[in-house]
């Protein structure tokens, strides 16, 4: 039977299939961005000595969602290690400016692990392997808002404060970073617009339905907002950039 492994801080770590997944494609595993973005990114202090695969779920070919459990040390100690992979993504807070009232562009849309049918939320998606992180904002923003912004329209905003932070940058905003991967990078826009734009936008229906999006839009002042959405990436989004005099 062929062995697998990845390099994780110098060293080649042993990949497996978890005792209770034995039929996973280990090799398509171990050369999936997924799982090779994490091993790069695990620091030195963390002694990593075994992968353990438990589930994989494919988008078309590509890998979109790996889970695995590692056997990690930290200090000499074992330390928990089970990970969602997911990698990373996008989201873009749009502030609308109309007659003097400034609006937030949320989605609504089914999302079925929190149970919500109709979940307030920042336009998002994912990177699919880009680096070009504004690239991916406008994209996702055209598709589920039907705005036509370019990457030149976006404020990076976790770029922003790495540039003044004084300290490692970061890649984004870690939503749950005690079982996942995934980070979220954080974009700006903001526009002026007219009572009839603004009202066209307002109950909207966009997204793909082919990739199973069921989005509607809807427009919420800003002064508002942090009190009916949960949405960790609104609520990131607008402390930064309130603290970077943005908006």
């Not at 999936?32 to 078309?60: H, N």
């Not at 790996?66 to 000499?76: C, S």
């Amino acid at each position: 039977m062929a062995s697998f492994s990845v390099t994780v801080n110098g060293a080649a770590v042993p990949v497996m299939c978890s005792p209770n997944s034995p039929s996973i494609n280990l090799e398509a595993c171990v050369k999936s961005k997924l799982l090779l973005d994490w091993a790069a990114s695990v620091q030195t202090a963390l002694d990593v000595r075994e992968i353990y695969v438990s589930s994989v779920d494919y988008f078309g070919p590509r890998i979109g969602f790996l889970k695995i459990e590692t056997v990690t040390f930290f200090q000499g100690v074992r330390i928990p290690g089970i990970c969602f992979l997911r990698g990373g993504a996008v989201s873009i807070l749009v502030v609308l400016e109309c007659e003097g009232t400034k609006y937030v562009i949320l989605t609504t849309q089914p999302r079925v692990p929190v149970g919500s049918a109709a979940l307030l939320e920042l336009p998002a998606g994912m990177l699919d392997g880009s680096a070009k992180f504004a690239g991916v904002a406008a994209k996702e923003l055209r598709e589920e808002t039907g705005l036509d912004l370019t990457e030149a329209d976006l404020t990076d905003v976790t770029a922003a404060v790495n540039k003044i932070s004084g300290t490692l940058p970061v890649k984004g905003m870690l939503p749950s970073a005690g079982g996942c991967d995934e980070f979220l990078r954080l974009m700006f826009h903001k526009k002026l617009v007219t009572r009839a734009e603004l009202d066209a936008m307002q109950g909207k229906a966009t997204g793909l339905l082919e990739e199973g999006e069921v989005i509607k839009l809807r427009l919420v002042e800003y002064d508002q907002v942090w009190k009916i959405c949960a949405d960790a990436k609104l609520l990131s989004s607008m402390f930064l950039c309130e603290r970077l005099g943005l908006c």
